[in-house]
């Protein structure tokens, strides 16, 4: 199996201690420049919530619909979208039969969703079975971004749509030394990062060969806050999160939402 990232261990932990966790991504806040430290803190479940929720809508599910959710870590979303489209035939899916485990004792057996461990780049599912997919912040964890949008093409039926939150990071102008100190810290916390430094260019060219028409847009200063919560002020000492959290500051990491349709 594919490595899981590292962070993944502390969640289950956590959980197992009886915390209830929907999601393990960056919130989204409409007014971000507004929201101070603690604001951030209180808010960041709701925040979470809305970022899925920004994606989910930018699907357009109808019923009938069969919908995958790759990479659908705890279920959070999963589950969202089973209460708000109950019409819809939904699945998730997750590498990490843990993960799926614990999605699964959320909210037992239910009658619309199913749940898959296997490999994003890998869909154990004929061509063309699903009318949308659904993809947050995961595809820098897989193997190769294209191999992911290729499988998710071929899974895909005709005219159906594939939504995505992702992370891009730009090197920034430091000493190699410092930058790849940063590099290695990023894969400890956060890795697999296969691709650590891409480009805008390099989604759009990769989703083009994929067979897809690709609409993106940018979410940076909307999960800014995030930072609060993943790297607060005064921790010490060099994480993953600090990392991420002065990229963000030196405009070196972009945060985007993208919709891939099929041609």
Partial sequence: MARVPAYFDAF???????ARIDHVHLGHWDEPERVGPEEARATFPAAQARLSQHLVAELGIAPGHRVLDVG????GTLRAMRRGHPGAELYGLNIDARQLAVG???????????WIAADACRLPFADATFDRLLCVEA???FPSR???????????????VLV??????????????????????????????????????EIAHDAARAGF????????RNTG????????????????????RELHRSNCLSYLYLRLDKR
């Fill in 146 to 160: 294209l191999g992911f949008l290729r499988e998710a093409h071929r899974v895909l039926s005709p005219g159906g």
């Fill in 139 to 141: 595809a820098f964890h």
């Fill in 72 to 75: 659908c870590g705890f279920g």
């Fill in 12 to 18: 289950l932990a956590a959980i197992a201690e009886g």
């Fill in 225 to 244: 806050p995030s930072y609060h919560v993943v790297a607060p002020n005064g921790r010490p000492g060099l994480t993953g999160g600090v990392v991420l």
């Fill in 164 to 201: 995505m939150s992702d992370l891009l990071l730009r090197q920034p102008a430091l000493p190699p030394a410092t930058l790849a100190a940063f590099a290695d810290r990023l894969e400890r916390d956060y890795g697999p990062w296969p691709a650590m430094w891409a480009t805008d260019a």
């Fill in 213 to 220: 028409s690709l609409r993106t847009r940018d979410a940076t």
């Fill in 104 to 114: 699964l004792r959320a909210e037992a057996s239910p009658a619309n969703a199913s």
